[in-house]
């Protein structure tokens, strides 16, 4: 018993040392980031080196953040707010600050809030994954995934959050009463059930599905493990949501007490180097002009993306939400 | 009997009462509050902004008998798993006896989503095992449960077995009962406290889990409320199903409460050493290839399919992740605390449990097994709100994640600790208060060591399931704080599949030699 206890105060200590150091009077810039440790880590910390700015990130999921940022108010901590999705980003929107003409206008009208609340920091494109060896036809508009050919064998992964902006998109699309049909009939074709986009990739590549509905770089992430041999990327031609574009964002909240801080990282984030870091490491679309697209994707201005307004999807993700639950799709 | 003991006079209250004082009483009340936060916050919000119903009734219905009929089964298979292991490891004088008992309890720190993976990698389409028609559904997720959960059957298990008195054992064979018949006529019956609490945990823990039925595609209940909490806002509907679920659990304790045997099972004399069985070639054989089977199927297949992954993934240029060490020590040094101060919290619950029966003391249990079965994801919600709302400071600090783990998992270590303390007479503790020692003398003297193999076997039990411990540390944790089943659960889902495996493998060797210290001499022999 004594060895339990000697082990249990030398924990204790170990966990006093993880503590806030405390060594920076005016505190750290606080980033709450619903993009994973994994793929932006090595970001931040060049941003700190570059900068010099002590930076504390919170990971979690985006939607999960911006909830934890309602739910905090005015008191949060957090300085900015870097999202996997619009729709995260748009939930919170009133939250953040107006960003400067000079950050906007690097980057495309389309991939930002039309308020300028939040901004696009790189492009994410909806595609499907697909076995090579399948005789399915590949779909040409969205609708043709409600094919019986792919009964039992689409993959989807109904609790995602980008599934989930996803169908809000067709909601701005094609009203209500339109996506909840798509949806029934999509439920109707039995499609197959998964946490996350990159199950769904993994078990097309197994064989296990023909195919599913994910974001691009998923399959790339799967090639960087060793696997993947044996799927490629679709972009559905139709110019309908099935290749809506999302960006991920960043926005800067307006009760920051370290306001030129976060500016200095919006602007990292913007600059060639990350944009760069985006297209070779995470193989996301940079946003500004003159970084090179990424390799094994068609570039971006290819692929045929619906015209939709993102700062939108906020407003109707909740919608959302209950159509794909009333659809029986969880 | 005890001839030349000074007897304290009986309490008028009947013999199992205890002597003792409110102390005990109010130190319950406060290990008990962490585990009101999470009801009194959703009542209040359901009282506050009324309750949804997200899901049909129909649906409810379906998934409320998924629910049952998964418990149930995976309750009756991993007591089994749990009682075999237990009863091998304690009384078969085996090879490296001490290391079979901690392998058999490792597998509760597997995460059981990696379980549920780990499954699928081996048997489903380029299966590296075998093929099976397909692993998801009722039978995986039954099978992944059973496995994963029996560790803490066997850790509930063993202390009771430690403390049935070994002559009456000897006595029945004595008189001619073949070893089995020992087994199920003397043994079973005596060790019906601790199958109860073993039966309580596996259940309840069953109905909280989500890592494994959301990956198996089996649909529960918690699945459902944890689909509730996705892309919603609204908090009301995942608020009324927690609800629900909790008032299913506390159901379940009332039934079993008023079953529970009142029976006087107190040693009447200082539990003899017991010597181990020393088998023959057979029974060896039969014993060690028990273990061996079960610690395949519950560690060596997973390690076997994250070592694969790591091993492919760094021959592709892949990394490890150079946060594992970090991510290792504050794992294993947030564990150690909460293993120990929950077991200390414990302590006061289990002792007004088993000295003052009563409905007092049936609310305190109530409420600690009620909350043990919400969905975790529900609990950090609620600890959330409630932080924000009334102790700012403590928002996202470590002491309130103790805090809330408390609240969390303060059965698994009161049961075993309520175990150890049925078996040992108030008389004993009344006796030494008749003898002129004061109520710290007693407890240090007389009622600590009788209930060390349980607060033991909890430590064990606290430990593991902190370590794997998932959605409420992410929602309280502090900034940068991050945990080895953070790291598993982050690389999972974005795709990095040797940074996973390498966690997951890394999890497992950190968690055993702790493990193995706790396996003390106390526990077992």
């Known amino acids: 018993m004594r060895r339990v206890i000697a082990l249990a105060l030398l924990g204790t200590l170990v966990l006093t040392a993880c503590g806030p150091s405390g060594a920076d009077t005016e505190g750290p810039l606080v980033v709450y980031s619903g993009r994973s440790e994994e793929l932006v880590a090595p970001l931040i910390d060049r941003f700190e080196v570059e900068s010099g700015i002590e930076t504390e990130v919170r990971y979690a999921g985006s939607d999960e953040l911006a909830a934890t940022l309602l739910a905090e108010g005015e008191g949060s901590e957090a300085d900015v707010f870097f999202a996997q999705d619009p729709a995260s980003l748009g939930v919170v929107a009133e939250m953040m600050s107006v960003l400067p003409d000079e950050t906007l206008s690097l980057v495309d009208q389309q991939f930002q809030d039309s308020g300028g609340r939040w901004v696009g920091t790189s492009g994410r494109v909806r595609a499907l994954a697909y076995n090579t060896s399948t005789d399915i036809p590949l779909p040409e508009t969205i609708d043709d995934v409600l094919d019986p050919a792919w009964s039992g064998q689409l993959g989807i992964a109904p609790t995602n959050g980008s599934f989930l902006a996803f169908v809000a998109a067709m909601i701005l699309e094609r009203g209500e009463d339109g996506t909840r049909q798509w949806l029934e009939a999509l439920a109707a074709n039995d499609p197959v059930d998964f946490e996350g986009n990159a199950p769904i990739v993994e078990a097309t590549d197994s064989g296990e599905i023909e195919g599913g509905l994910v974001n691009h770089y998923y399959l790339l992430r799967l090639r960087a493990e060793g696997l993947g041999q044996n799927t490629e990327n679709h972009f559905i031609p139709g110019g309908d949501v099935g290749s809506l574009v999302m960006p991920a964002g960043v926005s800067i909240l307006s009760s920051t007490a370290r306001p030129e801080a976060a500016q200095q990282l919006v602007d990292f984030l913007l600059a060639v180097g990350a944009q760069s870091y985006f297209a070779t490491d995470t193989f996301e679309f940079p946003l500004i002009d003159g970084v090179a697209q990424p390799e094994d994707v068609p570039p971006l201005v290819e692929i045929n993306a619906p015209d939709v307004d993102l700062s939108e999807l906020a407003d109707v993700l909740d919608l959302a939400t209950q159509l794909v639950a009333e659809a029986g799709l969880v | ?525």
């Open chain 2, 1 to 525: 009997m005890t001839a030349g003991l000074a007897t304290a006079p009986r309490s008028r209250a009947g013999p199992n009462r205890y002597r003792g004082g409110w102390g005990w009483w109010v130190a319950a009340g406060i290990a008990l509050l962490p585990a009101l936060i999470p009801p009194v916050s959703l009542l209040i919000q359901v009282l506050g902004s009324g309750t949804a119903l997200a899901v049909p009734p129909a649906r409810l219905a379906e998934l409320f008998a998924n629910t049952i009929l998964l418990t149930a089964a995976v309750t009756v298979t991993a007591l089994a798993i749990g009682v075999a292991t237990a009863w091998v490891t304690t009384r078969v004088d085996l090879p490296f006896r001490r290391g079979w008992m901690t392998l058999a309890a490792l597998p509760l720190v597997v995460p059981s989503y990696v379980a549920a993976l780990s499954l699928i990698a081996a048997t489903g389409p380029s299966g590296v095992l075998f093929e099976v028609p397909t692993p998801y559904g009722f039978v995986g997720s039954w099978l992944i449960l059973s496995i994963f959960t029996a560790p803490l059957a066997h850790l509930t298990i063993i202390p009771g077995l430690r403390a049935i008195d070994p002559a009456t054992e000897e006595a029945a064979t004595g008189l001619g009962a073949g070893r089995w018949r020992v087994f199920a006529t003397v043994t079973v019956p005596q060790l019906r406290p601790a199958l109860v609490s073993s039966g309580l945990l596996v259940g309840l823990y069953t109905v909280s889990d989500f890592g494994a039925v959301s990956l198996l595609r089996y649909d529960t209940f918690t699945r459902a409320i944890y689909t509730l909490y996705r892309g919603q806002l609204d908090r009301r509907p995942s608020a009324t199903l927690s609800l629900i679920l909790m008032a299913l659990a506390i159901v379940i304790l009332v039934v079993e409460r008023r079953h529970r045997s009142r029976a006087m099972m107190h040693s009447q004399r200082p539990p003899r050493l017991r010597r181990l069985i020393s088998p023959r070639r057979s029974g060896l054989v039969l014993s060690l290839g028990l273990l061996a089977v079960y610690a395949f199927v519950s560690l060596g297949i997973p390690i076997y399919v994250m070592t694969a992954t790591v091993m492919r993934g760094v021959a592709f240029g892949q990394a490890i992740g150079g946060t594992l060490a970090t991510e290792a020590f504050r794992s294993l040094a947030l564990a150690l605390v909460a293993a120990l101060v929950i077991a200390i919290a414990a302590f006061p619950v289990a002792m007004v449990v088993t000295r003052r029966p009563g409905r007092l003391s049936g609310w305190v249990e109530s409420v600690v097994w009620g909350t043990y079965s919400l969905p975790h994801i529900t609990v950090g919600v609620a600890a959330v709100g409630f932080a924000l709302q009334w102790a700012r400071p403590l928002y996202q600090t470590l002491i309130f994640l103790v805090i809330i783990y408390v609240a969390i998992f303060l059965p698994q270590a009161a049961g075993s600790i309520q175990d150890s303390l049925r078996r040992a007479s108030p008389d004993l503790e009344n006796a030494s208060r008749g003898l002129g020692h004061g109520p710290v003398a007693t407890l240090l003297r007389v009622t600590l060591p009788l209930a060390l193999p349980g607060l033991l076997a909890g430590t064990a039990l606290v430990f593991l399931s902190v370590m794997k411990e998932l959605p409420a540390t992410l929602l309280l944790r502090p900034n940068g704080f991050e945990t080895l089943a953070i790291r598993i659960w982050s690389s999972t889902a974005e795709g990095f599949l040797t940074r996973a495996s390498a966690a997951g493998l890394v999890l497992l060797v950190a968690s055993i030699v702790p493990l193995f210290v706790v396996m003390t001499r106390e526990l077992s022999d």
